[in-house]
């Protein structure tokens, strides 16, 4: 199984301040097609998680610009350029190049 | 709109078959891939497996050998058993729909999820 490997696990931070996530697999996500199935999801308390980022930079219906997927290879981030409130949750990276799709650990942010 | 509306036993006993359903609202139910994915309590998501609106399945190695997805074209359904529950399976299960490429699937929409937890 491919390991995704997510750091940090928590994260504190005030409103307006950016924030980032890293995540890194155990092998390349690059397909033979040419793209990446890397994928972001937020998870808010007590709800499924939701789809924010697919195949690494594309943001899903809905999502708003502050947040943004970058990456290749084994190394991806997600970064978004001014945390607000409804931020709040914990978020997975999942890929999708092989099964059976493997989630990363989980970040958890936080506001200040 | 897309909706997914999952049922099922919620409390099981060690040994006995989970069974939970997922009703499709909205969209093409031919045009997806049909998944569940668990969730333990305070932990992370783990792909269970995934059908297509022909039956064709594939399954997590992990849990292949108790487990079983099928779907329902007619009602537009899906539905998931997994045989010989012990503690280690309780967790709150999601029913997804897989959006599909050429190359990869991934979750674009979720259930609500079910927990279900197995006690004596």
């Known amino acids: 199984d491919i390991v995704m490997t997510q750091t940090p696990l928590s994260l504190s931070v005030t409103p307006g301040q950016p924030a980032s996530i890293s995540c890194k697999s155990s092998?390349?996500?690059?397909?033979?097609?040419?793209?990446?199935?890397l994928y972001w999801y937020l998870q808010r308390s007590g709800q499924p998680p939701q789809l924010l980022i697919y195949e690494v930079s594309n943001r899903f219906s809905g999502v708003p610009d502050r947040f943004s997927g970058s990456g290749s290879g084994t190394d991806f981030t997600l970064k978004i350029s001014r945390v607000e409130a409804e931020d709040v949750g914990v978020y997975y990276c999942?890929?999708?190049?092989?099964?059976?799709?493997?989630f990363g650990q989980g970040t958890k942010l936080e506001i200040k | 709109q897309v909706l997914l509306q999952q049922w099922g036993a919620g409390l099981l006993k060690p040994s006995e078959t989970l069974s939970l359903t997922c009703a499709v609202y909205?969209?093409?139910?031919?045009?997806?891939?049909w998944s569940w994915i668990r969730q333990p309590p305070g932990k992370g998501l783990e792909w269970i497996g995934e059908s297509n609106h022909s039956g064709s399945t594939s399954y997590n190695p992990s849990l292949k050998s108790r487990l079983s997805i099928s779907v329902d074209t007619s009602k537009n359904q899906f539905s998931l058993k997994l045989s010989s529950v012990t503690a280690a399976d309780t967790a709150v299960y999601y029913c997804v729909r897989l959006y599909c490429t050429v190359g990869s699937c991934y979750p674009d929409y979720w259930g609500q999820g079910t927990l279900v937890t197995v006690s004596s």
């Open positions: 909205g969209g093409s139910f031919s045009s997806y891939y």
């Open positions: 092998q390349s996500l690059v397909h033979t097609d040419g793209n990446t199935y």
């Open positions: 999942m890929q999708s190049i092989q099964l059976p799709y493997t």
